[in-house]
C-alpha cells in the first residue's frame, strides 16, 4: 500500500502507532508494517517528517535518549494526541461504514 | 524493537562507511537551521543503525545489513525533500523569533540617541524626523505582524494551518526585508542628521548605529534563507 493511498489517513496511523506507548521513528515504521502484515510500508521520508510535523502541532511529543552510545529520539502522544486519535477512529468508523454500503448496494441502516 | 540486544554492526567499519556515506549525502542535501539539521542527521543515524540490526538478525552480515538498511531509507535526495516543509517551518520559527527578540533591543537603542540628542538636551528635534518615525512605524506595522504570524503558524496552529511552512517562511521573510528597510531608513536618518542638523550624541549614535548595522546583516541573510527554504517546497 503507497503512501498516496493513505494520504488523509497518515496521522491517524502514527498516533495509533504511538497509542502503546513511546517509539523510535524507525520502531514507528515496524509497527505499522507489523501490524499491517507488511502493507503499510511507508518511506522514511514521509514517516520521519510526519512525526515532526505532529509534534509542531502538539499532538505527540518527543524524547532524546542515550542508546547503545548513540542518541535516540522516542515520540510519545500527549493528551491533545489521544483524543486527535479518538477523533480520526471515529472519521474512520463513520466514512468506512458509508463507503461500505454504497459500494455494496445496501440499504442505508435506519434507526429502528 | 527488533535492535534489541544487538550489537554487532556498529563494530562493522564497512557498515559504519556506509551508512556514514549515506548520512554525510543526506546533510548536503537538507537546509534550514544547523541545530535542526544535526538533529534530523541524528536521527535517522539511529534509525539506519535499528534498520541495520534488524536486516542482521534477518541473516544477513553487517556491511548487507547496511545496505539494506540504506536502500530501505530510500534516495537521500527525496528523503531530504520530505524533511523541506519541517525546515521550512523551523527556518521561519526561527527568524520570527529572532526578529521580535531584537527588535525592541534595537528600538531602545535608537530612542536614546532621540532622547540623547535632543528630549534631554533640550535642543529642537530636526523636522525630518518626523518622516524618519513615520517610516519607521510603517516599517513595524508590516514586520510585526509578519513575524507574529511566521511563530504561530510553525508552532501549535499548524494543526488548523495546513499550509504552515510555506506562510511561516514567507511571513519571516517579509519581517526580515521590514527590518532590513526599517535599518536603512534608521541609518540613513542618522547620517542625515550628522550632516545637516547639527549631530547626534556619539556614544548612544555609536550603539545604536552598530546595532543596526549588525541587525541589517542578520536580517538580510535571514530573508534570502527564508526566501530559499519556501523556494525548495514548489
Known amino acids: ?112 | 524493537m527488533a535492535d534489541a540486544g544487538l550489537t554487532g554492526p556498529d563494530q562493522d567499519s564497512a557498515a559504519h562507511r556506509v551508512i556514514g556515506a549515506y548520512l554525510a549525502e543526506l546533510a548536503d542535501r537538507l537546509g534550514g537551521p544547523p541545530a535542526a539539521r544535526a538533529a534530523i542527521v541524528a536521527e535517522l543515524e539511529d534509525g539506519l543503525w535499528a534498520a541495520t540490526a534488524t536486516h542482521q538478525a534477518g541473516g544477513s552480515p553487517p556491511e548487507a545489513a547496511a545496505r539494506a538498511a540504506v536502500a530501505e531509507f530510500g534516495d537521500p535526495t527525496t528523503v531530504a525533500a520530505g524533511f523541506g516543509p519541517e525546515l521550512a517551518a523551523a527556518t521561519g520559527r526561527r527568524v520570527g523569533l529572532g526578529l521580535l527578540t531584537t527588535g525592541p533591543l534595537v528600538g531602545t537603542g535608537w530612542l536614546l540617541v532621540v532622547a540623547a540628542s535632543w528630549t534631554r538636551a533640550g535642543r529642537e528635534p530636526p523636522p525630518a524626523l518626523g518622516v524618519i518615525a513615520a517610516l519607521v512605524g510603517l516599517v513595524l506595522a508590516v514586520a510585526v505582524p509578519a513575524a507574529v504570524l511566521s511563530v504561530a503558524v510553525s508552532g501549535r496552529l499548524s494543526s488548523w494551518l495546513p499550509a504552515g511552512p510555506r506562510v511561516a517562511a514567507t511571513a519571516a521573510a517579509t519581517a526580515a526585508s521590514a527590518c532590513v528597510a526599517g535599518d536603512l531608513v534608521l541609518l540613513a536618518g542618522l547620517v542625515a542628521s550628522t550632516v545637516f542638523a547639527g549631530g547626534v550624541a556619539w556614544p548612544a549614535g555609536l550603539l545604536a548605529a552598530g546595532a543596526s548595522c549588525a541587525r541589517l546583516n542578520l536580517a538580510g541573510r535571514a530573508a534570502r534563507r527564508c526566501l530559499a527554504a519556501r523556494a525548495s517546497l514548489t
Not at chain 1, 503507497?2 to 494520504?7: D, P
Not at chain 1, 496521522?11 to 517509539?23: H, K, N, S, T, Y
Not at chain 1, 499532538?59 to 477523533?87: K, M, Q, V
Not at chain 1, 472519521?91 to 435506519?110: D, I, K, N, Y
Open chain 1, 1 to 112: 500500500m503507497r503512501a498516496e493511498v493513505l494520504k488523509g489517513h497518515l496521522d491517524g496511523l502514527l498516533l495509533a502507532a504511538l497509542e502503546a506507548g513511546p517509539l523510535h521513528g524507525y520502531a514507528v515504521m515496524e509497527t505499522l508494517r507489523a501490524g499491517s502484515g507488511g502493507r503499510v510500508d511507508l518511506p522514511t521520508g514521509t514517516v520521519y517528517p510526519a512525526l515532526h510535523r505532529l509534534e509542531r502541532a502538539g499532538l505527540i511529543r518527543s524524547r532524546w535518549s542515550s542508546e547503545g552510545g548513540r542518541r535516540r529520539r522516542s515520540y510519545e502522544l500527549t493528551a491533545a494526541g489521544s483524543r486527535a486519535l479518538a477523533g480520526e477512529r471515529s472519521s474512520w468508523r463513520e466514512f468506512s461504514a458509508t463507503v461500505s454500503t454504497l459500494l455494496e448496494g445496501r440499504p442505508w441502516p435506519t434507526p429502528a
